[in-house]
C-alpha cells in the first residue's frame, strides 16, 4: 500500500507518494487536546490498518487452505487485487472531495505510465519474498531503505553524510545482516513455501531499489504538477498498475502456454474454492486504502516527519505481532538485531526533528 507506504509506509504495495508540505508540529492549529485527539487517531488508524494487513499477508503466504491444505502460491495476486482496490478507493475519494474543481495544473493520467511499471515490479517482489523468508525478515530487510539512499550518494554524487548518519546505517545494516545469519526455528521454515533466504533479501533489496526510482520519480511529477493531490497520484498510479497486472495475469496465460509467473485465473479458482482466501485478500486491500487515508491526513496535519515516526514504530509493533500470533517467538539474538534495526531507524528520525527545528530557529 501501499505504501501509503502500506505505511508506506510507505511505498509501498500502492506506491501513493507521499506529499511534502512543510514539516509542522502543531497539527494544523486548534486547542491542544484537539491536536492530541487527531494525533491519536491517526496513530490508531495507521497501526490497527497496516498491522492487520501485515497480519493478513503473512496468513496468505504460510498457511494452508481447504481439505487438501494447499498453499496459496499466487501472492502476485495481491498487488494486483490492490491496484484495483486503490483505484476505485481513489476515483470515489476524488468524486466526494474534487467534484467541481478544475483539471488545469493536475498531471495527466498517461504521466505515470512508466514509473507504474516499477511500481507494479517492485511491491510484487516484496510479496514474493515471503515465499522464502518470514515476515519479521522482510520488515526487517524493507526498513533500510536508508542504505542504498546513502551508498548512492556516497559513490556517484559524492555527499558526505555526518557520523551519527553513518551510526545509523551501520545499525541498520548490522541488525539486518545478523537476523539474516541468525538461524531461524524450523517451526518457521516449515511454513514458508520454499525457503531460500538468500533469494528472500535480495528480492526485498530489489523492491527498496524499484520503490526508490518510483518515489523519486513521483516527487518529479508533483513538483512539475503542483495542483496534483494524493488522491490523483493514487488514481493514476493504480490505473496502470491494474492494467499492467492483468496483462501479466491474464493475457500472458492466453497467449503462452508454458506462462511461467503468476496466473490470474489459477488465482481466481483457487479463490472460488477457498473463500476463505478471497475474503483475506479483499481485508488485505481494503487495510491499505484506509491505511492510505490515515497517512494523508497525517502530513496534512502533522508533516512528513510526524508520519515517518508512526509508520516506523508500526513496523516495530508488526514484529512484535507475528511473533505472538504465529506461535513462533523470535530468540533473544534475533531481538537484539530486531533492537539494532529500530535504534539506528529512531536515531535517524531524531536527525530529522533536530535538523527540522533547527531550520525553523533560523527562521
Given at each position: 500500500?501501499?505504501?501509503?507506504?502500506?505505511?508506506?509506509?510507505?511505498?509501498?504495495?500502492?506506491g501513493?507518494v507521499?506529499?511534502?508540505?512543510?514539516?509542522?508540529?502543531?497539527?494544523?492549529?486548534?486547542?491542544?487536546?484537539?491536536?492530541?485527539?487527531?494525533?491519536?487517531?491517526?496513530?490508531?488508524?495507521?497501526?490497527s490498518a497496516?498491522?492487520?494487513?501485515?497480519?493478513?499477508?503473512?496468513?496468505?503466504?504460510?498457511?494452508?487452505?481447504?481439505p487438501?491444505?494447499?498453499?496459496?502460491?499466487?501472492?502476485?495476486?495481491?498487488?494486483?487485487?490492490?491496484n484495483?482496490?486503490?483505484?476505485?478507493?481513489?476515483?470515489?475519494?476524488?468524486?466526494?472531495?474534487?467534484s467541481?474543481?478544475?483539471s488545469?495544473?493536475?498531471?495527466?493520467?498517461?504521466?505515470?505510465?512508466?514509473?507504474?511499471?516499477?511500481?507494479?515490479?517492485?511491491?510484487?517482489?516484496g510479496?514474493?519474498?515471503?515465499k522464502?523468508?518470514?515476515?519479521?525478515?522482510?520488515?526487517?530487510?524493507?526498513?533500510?531503505?536508508?542504505?542504498?539512499?546513502?551508498l548512492?550518494?556516497?559513490?556517484?554524487?559524492?555527499?558526505?553524510?555526518?557520523?551519527?548518519?553513518?551510526?545509523?546505517?551501520?545499525?541498520?545494516?548490522?541488525?539486518?545482516?545478523s537476523?539474516?545469519?541468525?538461524?531461524?526455528?524450523?517451526?518457521?521454515?516449515?511454513?514458508?513455501?520454499?525457503?531460500?533466504?538468500?533469494?528472500?533479501?535480495a528480492?526485498?533489496?530489489?523492491?527498496?531499489?524499484?520503490?526508490?526510482?518510483?518515489?523519486?520519480?513521483q516527487?518529479?511529477i508533483?513538483?512539475?504538477?503542483?495542483?496534483?493531490?494524493?488522491?490523483?497520484?493514487?488514481l493514476?498510479?493504480?490505473?496502470?498498475g491494474?492494467?499492467?497486472?492483468?496483462?501479466i495475469?491474464?493475457?500472458?496465460?492466453l497467449?503462452?502456454?508454458?506462462?511461467?509467473?503468476?496466473?490470474?485465473?489459477?488465482?481466481?479458482?483457487f479463490?472460488?474454492?477457498?473463500?476463505?482466501?478471497?475474503?483475506?485478500?479483499?481485508?488485505?486491500?481494503?487495510?491499505?486504502?484506509?491505511?492510505?487515508?490515515?497517512i494523508?491526513?497525517?502530513?496534512?496535519?502533522?508533516?512528513?516527519?510526524?508520519?515517518?515516526?508512526?509508520?516506523?514504530?508500526?513496523?516495530?509493533?508488526?514484529?512484535?505481532?507475528?511473533?505472538?500470533?504465529?506461535?513462533?517467538?523470535?530468540?533473544?539474538?534475533?531481538?537484539?538485531?530486531?533492537?539494532?534495526?529500530?535504534?539506528?531507524?529512531?536515531?535517524?528520525?531524531?536527525?530529522?526533528?533536530?535538523?527540522?527545528?533547527?531550520?525553523?530557529?533560523?527562521?
Open positions: 500500500m501501499a505504501s501509503a507506504r502500506r505505511g508506506r509506509g510507505g511505498g509501498g504495495v500502492n501513493v507521499r506529499s511534502r508540505p512543510r514539516d509542522r508540529g502543531d497539527g494544523g492549529g486548534g486547542s491542544m487536546a484537539g491536536r492530541v485527539a487527531v494525533l491519536a487517531f491517526c496513530v490508531a488508524g495507521i497501526w497496516y498491522i492487520y494487513q501485515g497480519v493478513l499477508q503473512e496468513s496468505l503466504s504460510t498457511k494452508r487452505f481447504g487438501e491444505a494447499r498453499r496459496f502460491e499466487h501472492l502476485a495476486f495481491l498487488n494486483f487485487a490492490q484495483v482496490v486503490c483505484f476505485v478507493w481513489s476515483f470515489i475519494m476524488i468524486k466526494l472531495w474534487s467541481g474543481s478544475s488545469a495544473g493536475h498531471a495527466p493520467l498517461w504521466k505515470y505510465w512508466g514509473v507504474s511499471v516499477t511500481n507494479t515490479i517492485g511491491p510484487t517482489m510479496i514474493e519474498a515471503l522464502y523468508i518470514s515476515y519479521p525478515a522482510q520488515v526487517l530487510a524493507k526498513s533500510s531503505k536508508m542504505i542504498p539512499v546513502m548512492m550518494g556516497t559513490l556517484l554524487y559524492g555527499v558526505k553524510y555526518t557520523f551519527p548518519e553513518y551510526l545509523c546505517t551501520f545499525l541498520v545494516a548490522g541488525g539486518v545482516s537476523f539474516a545469519l541468525l538461524k531461524t526455528s524450523s517451526k518457521t521454515i516449515k511454513k514458508l513455501a520454499n525457503p531460500n533466504a538468500p533469494l528472500g533479501y528480492l526485498c533489496f530489489l523492491n527498496l531499489a524499484f520503490d526508490g526510482y518510483t518515489n523519486s520519480t516527487d518529479l508533483k513538483s512539475r504538477y503542483p495542483k496534483t493531490n494524493p488522491w490523483d497520484i493514487m493514476g498510479m493504480n490505473l496502470w491494474t492494467i499492467y497486472n492483468a496483462v495475469m491474464f493475457v500472458a496465460p497467449l503462452f502456454s508454458n506462462w511461467p509467473y503468476a496466473n490470474g485465473f489459477e488465482a481466481v479458482k479463490c472460488q474454492e477457498n473463500p476463505e482466501v478471497a475474503w483475506d485478500i479483499f481485508l488485505f486491500c481494503l487495510c491499505g486504502a484506509v491505511g492510505q487515508n490515515f494523508f491526513l497525517t502530513i496534512s496535519r502533522f508533516g512528513s516527519l510526524t508520519n515517518t515516526t508512526i509508520t516506523t514504530t508500526r513496523k516495530f509493533m508488526s514484529i512484535v505481532v507475528s511473533s505472538v500470533i504465529s506461535g513462533n517467538p523470535l530468540s533473544p539474538k534475533q531481538w537484539g538485531s530486531v533492537v539494532m534495526v529500530f535504534s539506528g531507524l529512531s536515531i535517524q528520525i531524531f536527525l530529522k526533528w533536530k535538523k527540522k527545528k533547527g531550520r525553523e530557529h533560523k527562521e
